[in-house]
């Protein structure tokens, strides 16, 4: 699912993964949670995310400022799962933290902007 479109600027959180063969640790469970939590965090827009086949993921986060993430990195939970993460589920991941000063949606109506402009 597509997450709504937030008035310009926002910053996104593209963290982008590589999982392990391994399955047994409560990845999902963990996964679930973190996006509950998030959701709570002051500053937090919404989240889109997408795996394949191959263990290849993709969840983009959007906030309202730096603070904002920069508060959800250094939240207790989060944390604890970051560190989860490196010792059990991935191979590789990056997290990228872009300001976010255009955007633009299609829909069967057409092409929309909000913002900035162009």
């Not at 590589?18 to 989240?47: K, N, P």
Request: proline share 2%.
């Amino acid at each position: 699912m597509m997450a709504s479109r937030f008035p310009t600027p926002y910053y996104a959180v593209v963290f982008t993964s590589l999982r392990t063969a391994d399955d047994g640790h409560d990845y999902g469970a963990a996964a679930q949670r973190m996006i509950e939590l998030a959701r709570q965090q002051s500053g937090f827009l919404g989240v889109e995310s997408a795996r394949d086949e191959s263990g290849l993921g993709i969840t983009v986060s959007y906030w309202t400022d730096e603070l904002a993430i920069r508060a959800w990195r250094q939240h207790a939970e989060h944390a604890e799962v970051r560190e989860q993460g490196r010792a059990c589920w991935y191979q590789a991941f990056s997290t990228r933290v872009c300001k976010v000063e255009r955007d633009y949606s299609f829909q069967a109506q057409g092409i929309q902007e909000l913002g900035n402009g162009g």
